[in-house]
């Protein structure tokens, strides 16, 4: 079966979507885009996830090109065209098509894509062993609360995480304090059992599955302290994990090559990833 892409209101097969070389999102990454998953024909927390795509809008004075019921409209027809009951939905929104001039055109229509592709969930084994994190320095702007497409620091850390056998890449400020993942957020538990991840800030995006993990800790009495952590305390953590759309709640058993913990997957981890799997039926 050949993939359907949506763009601009047209469904086209996959390797035949384009989008124009004016695309300011090509230009400028001037663009926004949310990754949602799909499990067992169900889309995992779509209003969360439209929400932080409208707010990413907002700060950006991009217009909506569609309402919130369209959107999901469109979304249903995309998953629905390309058969897909457990994977990734992913919508891309550019300021517009327009000649390259670095201010906001005077007519700007918002571009839409939308793809789907299935995919299975990480692989079992990582999140039963654990995976490695490596951490690299936070070279990225003061906005990473807005989902853009400029990635390029992403890209490049978690580049370095694959060259180094990792899973991830942790940035790490000039204040020795953890940011989060090139594309997840990162959560530690201290000897005391605190469970430890930083506030929604201008320095994080604001996960959506880091949300849904916050009440669930919540809702599992865990004593939950958001607030910013460094990598001292990442280091000497009991245990340590990180979240996401697509890896879930996945533990970390090394930092920079050093154990966290006695280096296997901790209780809290095990069990925060437990509730968020039933939570969701999403498969562990
Ligand atoms: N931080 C960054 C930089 C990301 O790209 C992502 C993935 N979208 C996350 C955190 C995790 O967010 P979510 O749980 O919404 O997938």
Redesign the pocket.
């Known amino acids: 079966m050949s993939r359907v892409a949506h763009v601009n209101g047209t469904y086209l097969p996959h390797r035949h979507a384009r989008v124009s070389i004016d695309d300011r999102g090509y230009q400028f990454a001037d663009a926004v885009y949310?990754?949602i998953a799909i499990r067992g024909d169900r889309l995992i927390?779509a209003e969360?996830?439209l929400d932080?795509l409208d707010r990413s809008l907002r700060e950006l004075r991009m217009a909506s090109p569609m309402s919130r019921v369209a959107l999901r409209a469109v979304m249903d027809e995309v998953i629905r065209r390309n058969m897909v009951s457990d994977g990734i939905i992913y919508l891309q929104l550019s300021r517009a098509v327009a000649p390259r001039d670095h201010p906001f055109p005077a007519k700007a229509r918002t571009q839409l894509v939308m793809t789907a592709r299935r995919s299975r969930p990480e692989p079992e084994a990582w999140a039963r062993e654990g995976v490695r994190v490596i951490t690299q320095p936070e070279i990225r702007w003061a906005r990473?609360d807005i989902?853009s497409t400029a990635?390029l620091p992403?890209v490049l850390a978690k580049q370095m995480a694959r060259e180094s056998g990792a899973f991830e890449a942790w940035f790490v400020d000039r204040d020795g304090m953890v940011t989060?993942?090139?594309?997840?957020?990162a959560w530690i538990v201290d000897e005391s059992g605190q469970l430890i991840t930083r506030p929604p800030s201008d320095a994080?995006?604001?996960?959506?599955?880091?949300?849904?993990v916050v009440d669930l800790a919540r809702g599992e009495q865990l004593r939950l302290v958001e607030r910013p952590f460094s990598l001292d305390e990442a280091r000497a953590a009991r245990e340590a994990f990180l979240?996401?759309?697509?890896a879930n709640v996945m533990p970390v058993t090394m930092i920079d090559g050093h154990k966290v913990g006695q280096g296997g997957v901790g209780e809290f981890t095990r069990k925060l990833r437990q509730r968020y799997v039933e939570a969701n039926a999403v498969s562990a």
């Open positions: 949310e990754v927390d969360r996830h932080r990473c989902k990635l992403n989060e993942g090139s594309s997840t957020n994080i995006l604001n996960g959506v599955t880091r949300q849904a979240t996401s759309t697509t």
